[in-house]
C-alpha cells in the first residue's frame, strides 16, 4: 500500500469518526412513561371547580401502563373544561423540539398546555391535539408552533414559548360540548432536530 493510499485511508477513517448521523440527533428524549410504577405521582386533575364550574374530569393508570383522561365536561356554572397536567419539573426541553403524543382519543379535539413561570394568571401555551376516535395516532407538536393564552384567550405580543423555562404540562378537554370523554396516553417524548 502506498503512502498516499494510506494517508487517504486514515483521513477517510477520521471524517467517518466525525460524522454525526441524524439518528443520532433525532433520537427521541421520553418526558412522561406511564408504565412507569410512580407515573400518577407526576400527575395531577385540575377542573373548571377552581372557577366554580361542575366538569369532572380525573386521570388513572391503566393496567397496560398508559395514562386514561376521562369525564364528563359540563357548560353550567360557567365552567367548561377539564384537565390533568403535570407537577412541575424541569422537563430539559429545547426552542426547537417537537413532542410527540402518542394517544388514543374519541374523536374530540384536546389542548396541550406547556406553562412556564408568569405573573399572569391562567397562563399557558397552547396547541391543539385532534384525535380520531378508537385508534392509536403519534401526534406530532412543534414547540414553536405552540401559542401564549391567558384564560383561554391569545395573548398579543408574548413572543414564542421558552423552552428551558417549561416546567409542566397539560391535556386539556374545552371544546364546549358537555358530555362524556376519554382520552389515553402511552407516552410524551421529544424529539430534537
Given at each position: 500500500m502506498s503512502r498516499h493510499t494510506r494517508l487517504l485511508t486514515a483521513l477517510s477513517a477520521v471524517f467517518s469518526l466525525m460524522t454525526v448521523t441524524p439518528a443520532f440527533a433525532d433520537e427521541?428524549?421520553?418526558?412522561f412513561d406511564f408504565a412507569r410504577p410512580d407515573a400518577a405521582q407526576a400527575w395531577q386533575p385540575v377542573n373548571?371547580?377552581?372557577m366554580g364550574?361542575?366538569?369532572d374530569g380525573r386521570f388513572r393508570i391503566t393496567e397496560q401502563g398508559t395514562m386514561e383522561f376521562f369525564g364528563t365536561l359540563s357548560l353550567e356554572n360557567h365552567g367548561g373544561f377539564a384537565s390533568v397536567l403535570s407537577r412541575r419539573s424541569d422537563l430539559g426541553l429545547k426552542p426547537d423540539d417537537?413532542?410527540?403524543i402518542k394517544l388514543k382519543g374519541d374523536g374530540r379535539e384536546y389542548l396541550l398546555n406547556l406553562?412556564?413561570?408568569s405573573l399572569r394568571v391562567a397562563y399557558s401555551y397552547r396547541a391543539p391535539i385532534p384525535t380520531k376516535a378508537g385508534e392509536w395516532t403519534e401526534v406530532e407538536i412543534p414547540l414553536k408552533d405552540c401559542y401564549a393564552t391567558s384564560f383561554g384567550e391569545k395573548v398579543p405580543n408574548a413572543g414564542p414559548v421558552d423552552?428551558?423555562?417549561m416546567?409542566?404540562?397539560g391535556l386539556m378537554l374545552?371544546?364546549?360540548k358537555a358530555g362524556p370523554f376519554k382520552l389515553e396516553v402511552a407516552w410524551v417524548k421529544a424529539l430534537g432536530h
Open positions: 427521541p428524549r421520553v418526558l373548571d371547580g377552581v364550574g361542575v366538569s417537537t413532542l410527540v406553562y412556564v413561570p423552552a428551558a423555562k416546567n409542566s404540562m374545552a371544546d364546549k
